[in-house]
């Protein structure tokens, strides 16, 4: 069983940045691929990065890629979103994920966070 707690969520203007914490409980954090989701009202949740148990390999979805990074330090089991450069569309809910496989943590993750709210103002 994992249990995830995003933090680090708020309110920022455009262009500016924050980084989202998600802390892991558990055992063998290292041996779980982590992502981050997103969903904004009146949408569905969609994909925005993974990254693999050893931290070696990442994969953001397209019109993240430049402004938002993802990272890991499994000596705190802990997995990090970068947001840079942040824009109006980006407010959303912010959700940590967790499954043991790289492949398939996109579609239907094992574990999820109860997610952090991110709000850009215009």
């Known amino acids: 069983q994992v249990q995830l707690v995003e933090s680090g969520g708020g309110l920022v203007q455009t262009g500016g940045s924050l980084r989202l914490s998600c802390a892991a409980s558990?055992?063998?954090?290292?041996?779980?691929?982590m992502g981050w989701f997103r969903q904004a009202p009146g949408k569905e949740r969609e994909f925005v990065a993974t990254?693999?148990?050893?931290?070696?390999?990442?994969y953001y979805e397209d019109f993240m890629k430049g402004r938002f990074t993802i990272s890991r330090d499994n000596a705190k089991n802990t997995v990090y979103l970068q947001m840079d450069s942040l824009k109006p569309e980006d407010t959303a809910v912010y959700y940590c994920?967790?499954?043991?496989?790289?492949?398939?943590?996109?579609?239907?993750?094992?574990?999820w966070g109860q997610g952090t709210q991110v709000t850009v103002s215009s």
């Open positions: 558990g055992r063998s954090f290292d041996t779980y691929a």
């Open positions: 990254i693999s148990g050893s931290g070696r390999s990442t």
């Open positions: 994920a967790a499954d043991k496989s790289t492949y398939t943590i996109r579609y239907n993750p094992d574990y």
